[in-house]
Nanobody, 114 residues
Framework: QVQFVESGGGSVQPGGPLTLSCVVS????????WGWYRHAPGKQRDLVAT???????SYAVSVKGRFTISRDNAKNTVHLEMNSLKPEDTGVYFC????????WGHGAQVTVSS
């Protein structure tokens, strides 16, 4: 069964950076597309960044130009580099399959406030 362990969350002031990491186990990492999801308070969980095969990526409009997703196939790890953070980026961040997510991990709490 696939498992996800997210890390790197924390509190940061608006405009600051933060990088999240996710270790994936239980599946062949390199052949799958992976995503980072954000569950903001009072909202549904949304896909904000996707790492496709090769170096292809895609982003939600709200984070494009500020967030960068990357994958390390040798370490079964997905990263999310977040810059110019805004209060509306606050939420719990999860990694999972980019399509048909399952078996959610505990996530990483990100809080952006002054």
């Amino acid at each position: 069964q696939v498992q996800f362990v997210e890390s790197g969350g924390g509190s940061v002031q608006p405009g600051g950076p933060l990088t999240l990491s996710c270790v994936v186990s239980g599946r062949t990492f390199s052949i799958n597309n992976w995503g980072w999801y954000r569950h903001a308070p009072g909202k549904q969980r949304d896909l904000v960044a996707t790492a496709l095969g090769g170096r292809r990526t895609s982003y939600a409009v709200s984070v494009k130009g500020r967030f960068t997703i990357s994958r390390d196939n040798a370490k079964n790890t997905v990263h999310l580099e977040m810059n110019s953070l805004k209060p509306e980026d606050t939420g719990v961040y999860f990694c999972n399959y980019a399509s048909y997510p399952t078996n959610w991990g505990h996530g990483a709490q990100v809080t952006v406030s002054s």
